[in-house]
T-cell receptor, first 113, second 115 residues
Framework: AQSVTQLDSHVSVSEGTPVLLRCNYS??????LFWYVQHPNKGLQLLLK??????LVKGINGFEAEFKKSETSFHLTKPSAHMSDAAEYFC???????????FGAGTQVVVTP | GAGVSQSPSNKVTEKGKDVELRCDPI?????LYWYRQSLGQGLEFLIY????????KSGLPSDRFSAERTGGSVSTLTIQRTQQEDSAVYLC?????????????FGQGTRLTVV
């Protein structure tokens, strides 16, 4: 079965410290992988995507993610959290050629001063 | 248009009434998706349209839910005989390619409240 799992439902970090959001997938195929962010009462915005090119992907707002096939992971990181990073983050996987997207359960990020 | 447009942005309806939610995808996008986001439930796939192919309705929770896409563009999600558990934010997204590498662009959603 194909699935996507976000390992943390909530992450709390201090401003200026690193952020790590974990995502694992299970698939028999090579997936396309995405991270989206949703700020309170806002729509979903694409942070970055992996599409079988470079395994280290850089996105907007200083975020990056590394695709590790051996670990079936696509963790999202940022070296230094900002207050504006407080939001919900979704790891999203597309498993088939139709492009149907499957969402992880989301990780709520809280940034404290 | 510049982005995916959904209307209305908010809808309050009485239990048992029918509602229609509208989605205008980005011009030229061949794929259109409906998702539902409930408090504490994450995003739930509802239905997927791709070009002229038969839609993937595997996510529709009951036969009270239906959707159509006219002319390969605008889509309407209809919920008949609404129930309180239908209260959620309904998100529409569109994408350009049939391939999995193309990201989906999301609208702002329609917040449905059934009272």
């Amino acid at each position: 079965a194909q699935s996507v799992t976000q390992l943390d439902s909530h992450v709390s970090v201090s401003e200026g410290t690193p952020v790590l959001l974990r995502c694992n997938y299970s698939s028999s195929y090579s997936p396309s992988l995405f991270w989206y962010v949703q700020h309170p009462n806002k729509g979903l915005q694409l942070l970055l995507k992996y599409t079988s090119a470079a395994t280290l992907v850089k996105g907007i707002n200083g975020f990056e993610a590394e695709f590790k096939k051996s670990e079936t992971s696509f963790h999202l990181t940022k070296p230094s959290a900002h207050m504006s990073d407080a939001a919900e983050y979704f790891c999203v996987v597309s498993f088939d050629s139709w492009g149907k997207f499957q969402f992880g359960a989301g990780t709520q990020v809280v940034v404290t001063p | 248009g510049a982005g995916v447009s959904q209307s209305p942005s908010n809808k309050v309806t009485e239990k048992g009434k029918d509602v229609e939610l509208r989605c205008d995808p980005i011009s030229g996008h061949t794929a259109l998706y409906w998702y539902r986001q409930s408090l504490g439930q994450g995003l739930e796939f509802l239905i997927y349209f791709q070009g002229n192919s038969a839609p993937d309705k595997s996510g529709l929770p009951s036969d009270r839910f239906s959707a159509e896409r006219t002319g390969g563009s605008v889509s309407t999600l209809t919920i008949q005989r609404t129930q309180q558990e239908d209260s959620a934010v309904y998100l529409c997204a569109s994408s350009f390619s049939t391939g999995g590498e193309t990201e989906a662009f999301f609208g702002q959603g329609t917040r449905l409240t059934v009272v």
